[in-house]
């Protein structure tokens, strides 16, 4: 794997590569050797996109994603997170739904514990019943500032 930090509004975010596409984003550093001048085109990419992302000039990501881990279930909802619309919000419960096992809410809360590409696949528009702010790997706060500046995009696009 290749890695990078992107400098975010939500702090460091380490982002690595392998041969297929991007494989993990994670909150802060590791302890990987990072490249401080990466060359890798889908790194450069990557990184380039999610800024686009947190300064609200891009609302999608095209990179090529490499998941190479994951359960049936929890690949599902990997699956099912990237068909949430930018700037809007599902439940546990209606992912769980949506990926066949609507008594699923919980695990649903485990899949988004477990995705290896936060941010990129957007495990942040998953809330609570009754759009309750709850779970989030990279903690609350970093969890509100994303669906903030989604809505606040979103609205923007809307009215422009």
Not at 54 to 79: D, I, M, Q
Not at 93 to 104: I, L, R, Y
Not at 146 to 154: F, H, P, T, W, Y
Request: aromatic fraction near 8%.
């Amino acid at each position: 794997m290749r890695w990078a930090v992107l400098d975010s509004p939500i702090g460091e975010l380490s982002v690595a590569v392998d041969d297929v596409g991007v494989c993990r984003v994670l909150f802060g550093r590791t302890d990987e050797v990072f490249d401080v001048a990466p060359t890798d085109p889908v790194l450069c990419a990557a990184l380039d996109q999610l800024r686009g992302y947190f300064a609200g000039a891009s609302t999608g990501f095209t990179v090529p994603l490499s998941v190479r881990r994951g359960t049936e279930f929890e690949r599902a909802v990997w699956r099912r997170m990237t068909d949430i619309p930018y700037g809007q919000t599902e439940t546990y419960g209606a992912v769980a739904a949506a990926v066949g096992d609507p008594q699923a809410a919980r695990a649903v809360g485990v899949a988004c514990n477990r995705n290896p590409i936060p941010v990129i696949v957007p495990c942040h528009r998953i809330v609570g019943a009754g759009g309750k702010l709850v779970g989030f790997g990279g903690g609350l706060p970093r969890k509100w500032h994303l669906l903030e500046l989604e809505a606040a995009v979103a609205l923007r696009q809307a009215w422009t």
